[in-house]
C-alpha cells in the first residue's frame, strides 16, 4: 500500500509553453502533498507543501507564480511549470503524507522535465 | 531550515564487503531518515531513528542514531548489486514540524562484483 504515481515520467517542452505535472496517491487519502526538485548529483530541494482545499506554501526563493501548485483534492495534487525555460529542466519529485510523521511520507517515481 | 552533511559522496566496494555512510547536522536531529534511490527514480524509504542511541536494522542494513541526535551511520553488511544506488538521510525540521523533511546531498554508491 501507499503508493504515489506521477505523470508524466518524463516531459520534453518548448520554451515559453507551460507543463503540467500529476502526483497521485493511488491508494489512500493524502492530507499533505510536497513538490521536490533535483538537480544531477544533488539532493532534492523542496519547493512547496501542498494542503488540500488550501493554498499552498512555498519555500524560500521559489516563484509561486512560475510553479503553480493545485491540491484539489486528497488523492491529486498538480505542479504547473509556467512559461518553462531551460534552466527549469530538472527532475521533480512529489511525495504524499497520510499520518501525522515522516515514516508516512510517500515518494513519487519522479518527472524529468527538459525544456529546450 | 536543517542542512545535513552526507560523507562519502561516493563509494565503490567490491561485493560481499561492508559499507558505511555517515549523515551529520549541526543541530538536534527530530528525526532522522534514510532513503534510497536509483538514478531517475523516487526514494524508497528505508529506516527511521528518533531517540539517542537508537539503532535499527533491516536484513544487511544497520541505522543508528548517536546519543546527541546530531549523527547517523548507514551500515551495509556483505554488500549485494542490488544495494547499490543513491542513499538520502533526510531530518525532520523540528519537532512540531515532524513531516517536513531536509535532505542531505546523497552518497552514491556502486557494487562490484
Known amino acids: 500500500g501507499a503508493v504515489v504515481s506521477q505523470h508524466p515520467s518524463w516531459v520534453i517542452c518548448k520554451s515559453g509553453t507551460s507543463v503540467k505535472i500529476e502526483c497521485r496517491s493511488l491508494?489512500?487519502?493524502?492530507?499533505?502533498m510536497f513538490w521536490y526538485r533535483q538537480f544531477p548529483k544533488q539532493s532534492l530541494m523542496l519547493m512547496a507543501t501542498?494542503?488540500?482545499?488550501?493554498?499552498?506554501?512555498?519555500e524560500q526563493g521559489v516563484e509561486k507564480d512560475k510553479f503553480l501548485i493545485n491540491h484539489a483534492s486528497l488523492t491529486l495534487s498538480t505542479l504547473t511549470v509556467t512559461s518553462a525555460h531551460p534552466e527549469d529542466s530538472s527532475f521533480y519529485i512529489c511525495?504524499?503524507?497520510?499520518?501525522?510523521?515522516?515514516?508516512?511520507?510517500?515518494f513519487g517515481p519522479g518527472t524529468r522535465l527538459t525544456v529546450t | 531550515s536543517q542542512e545535513l552533511e552526507q560523507s562519502p559522496q561516493s563509494l565503490i566496494v567490491q561485493e560481499g564487503k561492508n559499507l558505511t555512510i555517515n549523515c551529520t547536522s549541526s543541530?538536534?536531529?527530530?528525526?532522522l531518515y534514510w532513503y534510497k534511490q536509483k538514478y531517475g527514480e523516487g526514494l524508497i524509504f528505508l529506516m527511521m531513528?528518533?531517540?539517542?542511541?537508537e539503532e535499527k536494522s533491516h536484513e544487511k542494513i544497520t541505522a543508528k542514531l548517536d546519543e546527541k541526535k546530531q549523527q547517523s551511520s548507514l551500515h551495509i553488511t556483505a554488500s549485494q548489486p542490488s544495494h547499490a544506488g543513491i542513499y538520502l538521510c533526510?531530518?525532520?525540521?523540528?519537532?512540531?514540524?515532524?513531516?517536513?523533511?531536509?535532505f542531505g546531498a546523497g552518497t552514491t554508491v556502486t557494487v562490484r562484483a
Open positions: 511525495s504524499a503524507t497520510r499520518d501525522r510523521g515522516p515514516k508516512g511520507q510517500y
Open positions: 491508494d489512500f487519502q493524502a492530507t499533505t
Open positions: 501542498s494542503n488540500e482545499g488550501s493554498k499552498a506554501t512555498y
Open positions: 543541530k538536534t536531529l527530530y528525526g
Open positions: 531513528l528518533q531517540k539517542g542511541g
Open positions: 533526510g531530518a525532520a525540521e523540528s519537532r512540531s514540524n515532524d513531516y517536513k523533511l531536509s
